[in-house]
């Protein structure tokens, strides 16, 4: 009957899929195709790790995943950006080996925690990144601004781009009558923290009426997720000007605004503004601090990003895969991370930092 | 048998458990859950800490539906109209064809298309002309941004377009020929005999399937979620950013604090209950009201 | 019902000008079907346009190649997760709906087919996030993500759907096939496997096969209970799925122009994967016919 001619043209698309799929399991690594080498052998680590957390450092972690799993082949790590707030949130929720946040842990959410989990949490920074000033202006190279305009831009005190504020800075430039589109983070991040941490040290105002966080009440803009939706919401609007993680707007074709330090310096984000930002300031045992009051030649709004472990927990495989991943990083991944505009920690905090590493999973 | 049994416990277990969970959330708000405007989620893992105010996104959710249904509903009835009245047999099948081909389209790419191709290319110049034409008028006030109510209420249009069509043309097709021929033999055009004979008898079938569509729109999340922009306070401008209930869920779920997650929880109560009301509302009017030829529409 | 009387308003003015004004709101509706027409073109046309160049064998058998800047890698991932949950889906909905479909048309007086009709109809309108918000709160909190609850949710989604057009489809075996079968002796049960059910098969098949179309591009309940995979998961339960909706909507909202080509691409790949499950499904439907 005709059952038979339907059952046939049913069959054959789903076994044509069928044979694509096992033979894609079959022959091929969970890591992709591309640059990952594939003759190490490594020291025959197995094991599959999940993190989630913040998109500030994700172009580094990726990259920084697929170096080290090239020598590892049979580790499978994945790193799934969804935010810093996401981060913490799955760690304490235990459905995540390791988190990743621009925003240290606070007291509350520590014992939350090492509640869930029953022992300690440990914060390893990996690296310094800088929170760049993004903006879309056609014909508008090299734009100045300081804390006090950005706080009035973000409060909605200047909504044209040729108000006085920024004109005062920014002597040379013809800036256009046109509206200033705020651009801002729907979803919680470490990006806003770091941000809003230096607009609340330094504006009054803006700790009064908006405060500090992964999350806050934005009294004006759009709201994009993670720090992709925030550059594509500054690329896709004429006068549109947000605050991204320095690589995002790199990679977007963004201009970024020089922004003027605790020394009146005017600094544009760099590799080694960014690493100056990062000079001489103290840092706590926890490994837990903010980056602020930067002078010199330093980029003022800058901060550190961490990894979440704790010190129990983990089975053997996945707590030695998961050291074995980060001290390859901490050690070798100094070079990708500046080719992407990422400042590397520094010889003495790298040191602190491998010696949480070796902690992890320390109580078993 | 246990298979049908099986449809209502586990519509009653939705029901249930996400009104259980969303329940202190409603009593720590009260009524300003519905009417404010401040959602501040709290960090506490055992309480309600945060102010947890929906109004904001109520009002998106209702905005982009009520954009959706006022293009919607006239561009289907148009359609049903033709396909009933004008189209020929062979001509009608296709496109019939066609049409419920739209409703087939997943959701996502929807968004992906209108945020990457019909927005920009083919929404948002007409937007920016009225908005420069009629700025003055606050719910056509620039700037347009990228995303917006308007944007994310004519994609929703084109979604919803396909089930008001389907059901509409139901019901024009049930009014009985011998009224059509009464009216012709009259001596009243086509246009005359849609008009005063098979759209005034559909009234009910029409207003069913406008609540259908509606109850849809009011549900959809991730194409909106991809053209409605994130805002946090209500922008009258219907060319600014705004959010949706079903957006809010989607976009802030991975990060909420369990008293956060209760927070969205409530909200998805407060849609379901939306909807609901609107889908019992419309299938109830169809039935009872819509009896045309004496049968029961959809 | 009564026949109203109702006044047949002519338009006035000549007959010729009446006739004119039809014929001109002739040509307004044909606008309407043109307004409706022009976007599905362009949907498919665009995503067609923009997907084909990044579709290519390396998309469609390698995951996630770890560098959200550069192109390559693929969604095979994606694929595995949405054809995974997906059977899986199926084969927890289409059984159960079958079987409530031919509850509600040998029963039909029963006491619980009313409300099982009612509210199958109801529950079709259900927003698919709220159906992941409830998986999430009974099965998540307690079992974490993975392919399990994501199945579940999409299962959930898809149960009405086919409970509503496979009784449809059982109402239309006719009578006459039933009542013989009882007269030859046959039970109820016998007659509902032996005659029912094999008559109107093609009619359950169109019905299964187009929800399980409408399941493979749902996205919201997934981002509440598969989460998020960067390589191809097999595990039934326990870490994070994802599914090719997912991985679409996430590259979608990014930045960077070459997650925009693997989104592009992954949605014509799921598009094809679509329309090709519901192009068959009528092409089913189409076997067999029974008009009432």
Redesign the interface.
Known sequence: MKVNRTWVRTALPLAVVGAVVLGACSGGSPSGSGSAASAGTGSGLSADLLG?GATFPDPVYQEWIGGFVGTEPGVNITYEP?????????F?AQSTDFGGSDAFM?D??IT?AEQARGCSVLHIPTVFGAVAVAYNLSGVEGLTLNSDTLVKIFLGGITKWNDPAIAALNPGASLPD??V?VAHR???SGTTSIFTTYLDHESADWSSQVGKGK?V????G????GND?VSA?IA??D?GIGYVELSYAIENGLSVASMVNADGNAIEPTLESTAAAADGITIPDDLRFNILDVGGDGYPIAGATWILAYTCGYDAAKADALKAFLTWSLENGDSIAESLLYAPIGDSLQARSLANVARINEGG | ????????V??G??IG??TL?SLPVFFSQGISFLTGT????G???TEITGTYQAWVFIYGTLVTSLIAIVIAL??????A???TE?AGHRLARP?I???E??A??????????G????A?V?LKPPANAVSDALGFIPIFA??V???NFFFAGVVLA?MI??II?ALVREVFTAVPDT?RQA?FA???????V????VV??SRPGIIGATM?GL??A?????AVA?LI?????INFSIFQ?G?TI?AK?????????PEG?DA??AL?VT??AM??VI??AA?LIVRRLG????EAVA | ?T??H??????TGS?RR??R??RF??G??????L???I??L??IG??VA?GLPALNWEFLTSTFNHSRREAGGGYLHGLVGTLYMGGLAALMSI??????A???TE?PR?R??G??R??????T???????G??V???LVRQIGFGTFVGALSLA?IM??IV?RSSEEVLRLVPGELKRASYALGATQWQTVFGVALPTAAPGLITGSM?AV??A?????PL??TA?AAQSVVIDFQGGGQTAL?LL??RE??GAFEAG?QR??AG?LE??ML??LL?VLA?LVGRQSRYRG
């Open positions: 989630a969804i935010g810093s707030g996401g981060g913490v949130e799955q304490i606070k509350d959410e939350a046109e509206d589109i729907s979803d919680g999350e009440s934005w009294p004006v759009v709201g994009g997720q939706g919401a896709q609007n006068g | 048998m246990l298979s049908g049994a099986a449809v209502l586990v519509l277990l939705m458990s996400t969970d401040n959602w501040d989620p960090a506490s893992r006239p561009v289907a009835v148009g359609i109209l033709f396909l004008v496109l064809y066609m049409v081909l739209l087939a389209v997943p959701s996502v790419i929807y968004g992906l298309w945020l990457h191709f019909f920009p083919i620039g700037p941004i990228s995303f084109i377009i396909p069509t009224d009216g009259l001596g009243a055009t086509r246009w005359e849609m008009r005063s004979i005034p008898r259908l109850g849809r009011l549900g959809e999340t991730i991809l922009g994130g805002g946090t306070a950013q959010e079903a869920i989607v976009n802030t779920f991975q990060e909420s604090t997650i969205l929880i998805g849609l379901f909807t609901i889908n019992v299938r009896d045309v030829s004496g | 019902m026949t109203a109702m006044p047949l308003r002519l338009t007959g009446r006739a004004f039809s709101m002739t307004v509706m044909a606008v309407a079907v307004l409706a027409l976007p599905l362009l949907i665009v995503t923009k059984p159960m709906g079958i079987g409530a031919i509850f509600l029963f029963h619980l087919s409300p099982v009612f509210f199958s109809d109801v529950m309108g259900v927003p698919s996030v709220f159906v918000l409830f999430y709160t009974i959930i149960l009405p409970v187009l179309a409408r493979l591009g749902e996205t919201a981002v509440l989460l909706p679409i909507f979608a909202r925009q989104a592009w949605a799921l598009m679509v329309l519901t009528r």
